[in-house]
């Protein structure tokens, strides 16, 4: 079995993780390491449903959802059995496949350009102060896209829609 649980990483793993995506910790033992005999297995039989149903639920709950989803589809070698973020090995896949559609078949290499980018925005905020008028597209932007998605990726038109709601916002 090819595992690595979340800041648990078994000996048993043969792929690596990819390092631009840093594993999701929590300071408390998530779910799944409590209790990994229920997210560590096959649930290609269908008379675990209940089981599988318990290990979605305690996904939900997760504070490390998003990223343990994005962790497990970036890391395939790593998690080609057992429940990741409520999904199985073959949701994944499919997941795995619409990202191949929506943004190419370098979707990591995208996904990773855009947390770096994330991070070197959060950076430079930290750093500099934001101009008056910095701070009213911001507060307009909230007002009319509602908060800023964590870890979910919008499509083009989706961003287009953001964008057109914010300048007529603007110019009202
Ligand atoms: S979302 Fe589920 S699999 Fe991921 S860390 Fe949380 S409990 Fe574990």
Redesign the pocket.
Known sequence: MTRS??GVAHSTDHGTPDPRFPQ?Q?PTP????REPQL?DRDYGDCRKEEELAK?RR????????T???K??LVNEDLTRV?????TTPHQRKQLRKRLIDRLGPDWIDVLADQDQARRERAAAARHTPLTVNQARIIRMDREVNGPMPTGRLLTPAAQQRNRDRLVHALSA
């Open positions: 649980r979340m999701p929590s998530t779910r799944c390491q997210f290990a305690a996904c939900s709950g997760c504070p490390l959802v990223d343990c989803l962790w497990a057992g429940i990741f973020a409520g």
